[in-house]
């Protein structure tokens, strides 16, 4: 039995598999959930499938994006296969999707990271998506804005300075002189995932410095009212209620200092 | 190799499989918790199985109720068929689990759901529970309590509109107007669960409304003190902690305004 | 099919299994990371691998009872035969490592500790220790220190009291006249698995009393610098940002007192 359970279990953390398995493994199918709450698949049909994810002022590519970053912010490795197929065809790209993990380490914890890194291999053989349409592991950085990095690091030294000064070494050096500067995410994506992953996990002491700065580099209020919408259903009402009242505040100072 | 992979893969996250196979992977045995932490096992007889459960003033039915709660909102499907078969013989019913299964989509995000959906399939399976004894898709709602939506509906208006129309949206016409409304599971129970599940994780500014909504719906404060007490063990002392400063000011306020 | 579901699935959850199926099966290898994200295999090996583990301030040892609580905090199954293994080869005994699950039941919930035990149960057995390594279910308890746990007692009797007479009485009984008196784990090194726990998890309201206590406990602020970094890599910064602001009052107030 042990060549059996070396197999199974190799098998059952998605080690390379063929398609049919991961398929047929990973996800619950509309049957099974009819067979337990009817209600459910009449609220995943009409109102998540059939509207939310039809609503105009976020692209069914940005949604997939605030899909894919919820899951890895939380850790939901079972639901990942179809949401990471699902963004791939919406126009997400490997690249993109490559580098949503890698951005995901840093904002929600390697071992999130880790399990999306379990899920994607699968993907990327099943499509035969191979290292040439993978970001480098270091291409040449985009410049840094050096007006914002300065009040950045200023407020970091500060901060975090008389407490940890690792912390502070670490989030200069690897997040925003190398990981925001990669090329292969947009900054404004890079906003858009780490925003949502900030919501989905309720850490909303972070959101203020994150959401100014995704709207510096480029999501509009409109776009961030419907992530608040996608993430309810992603990561439960109460973390998208709990993100309300500050991303309120972002929203007044910024149009009040207009 | 692939047949057996897609057997074990399809088997490893729960398709339909045999009571036993269910039984004997998803549950950590108290040998196997002796042959790891002895101190453990002696705190689950004596003090978690011997005393918690058979506290007075918070029935087995409620407990099971606030413990399916507590691992579908942070997501731990290992522990579920125990727990969920425990529910069944405590005397939660198949719809009321089917109940709670889907509320718990909304306040603990879509996945969680998905997850439970997985392990009641198999043990309504187990136990030839079938569509007959399952809530219907769309019932006949319940009457909406005017005065308490209208003030509901005021505050999410004002709160809520400036920062995201379709999370109003959605709040009201999918929550407050037929989930809240499906009859199958009390909405004394609904607030049960859901003021389980904000404590549960952590989210404690959402308390104050769904604890004053709860007691409302007929959750006593004696059962309130015992959810906290349930709720310590299953997620954490820290979470029933945070919890205690929000449920001493409702407790307070409403013996206040009496 | 049946004994083989049964097979694929109690492997699949880690039933006593060989050393090569549950390590092929619970790591994500480099060769996976840089076929999906090369950027983060460059991130892992030189700046977490290379460096941070490599840092002067919190030895290899703390780091690893720092990760461990880490995983079992978030209930991150995947990496703990990894993180397991090393704890025991960087010097956590396996007394040490049984207590720190018991210790996690209390303080990151049950399911978390019984995921960590289905772990730890395969890497026991691998190595071939058994009970006599083991700590006893009810040893001799180190004696209380009586002016702080006073102290704590009134505290939890004003605020916890009125509000769940249950919570009390277990937070008194089981963890602080229990627990914390078990002598195979140091009182400085449940305090440092506690602070990390409650960081991981985001629970910040409950880090100033934990944090003083470990500090009495024998953490030195060095120590809890290089803790706060270690965490945001495997909790992710966002948790890492949040608890900086109380940590910094903690270490403000004590150097204030002095």
């Known amino acids: 039995m042990n060549e059996l359970a070396a197999a199974a279990l190799s098998v059952s953390l998605a080690a390379a598999t063929p398609v049919e398995s ?51 912010a939380r850790n939901q490795t079972v639901g990942m296969p179809h949401y990471f197929r ?39 053989a099943e499509r035969g998506i191979g290292p040439d349409q993978l970001p480098k592991a270091a291409p040449e950085l985009m410049p840094i804005e050096p007006v914002g990095e300065a009040a950045r690091a200023t407020s970091v030294h500060q901060n975090v300075g008389p407490v940890s000064e690792g912390l502070v070494k670490y989030t200069g050096e690897l997040l925003f002189h190398d990981l925001w500067l990669r090329p292969d995410l947009a900054p404004r994506d890079r906003s858009l995932i780490t925003v949502t992953a900030l919501i989905a996990n309720g850490q909303v002491a972070q959101i203020t410095f994150h959401l100014n700065r995704a709207m510096d580099n480029g999501l509009t209020q409109p776009q961030m009212s419907e992530v608040l919408a996608q993430v309810a259903f992603y990561a439960g009402w109460p973390n998208a209620m709990s993100a309300v009242p500050v991303v309120k505040d972002v929203f007044e100072k910024r149009s009040a200092s207009k």
Chains 1, 2, 3 share one sequence.
Request: charged letters at 20%; aromatic letters at 6%.
């Open 22 to 72: 991961v398929t047929k493994a990973r996800t619950v199918s509309a049957e099974d959930v009819r067979s337990v709450a009817p209600a459910l698949e009449r609220y995943t049909q009409e109102a998540l499938v059939g509207d939310v994810w039809k609503r105009p002022g976020l692209s069914a590519r940005d949604r997939s994006l605030v899909t894919v970053a919820a899951l890895i």
């Open 86 to 124: 699902l963004a791939l065809d919406n126009g997400v790209t490997p690249a993109e999707l490559s580098e949503t993990i890698t951005h995901m380490a840093f904002y929600t914890g390697w071992p999130n990271a880790m399990g999306a890194v379990g899920v994607a291999r699968d993907i990327f």
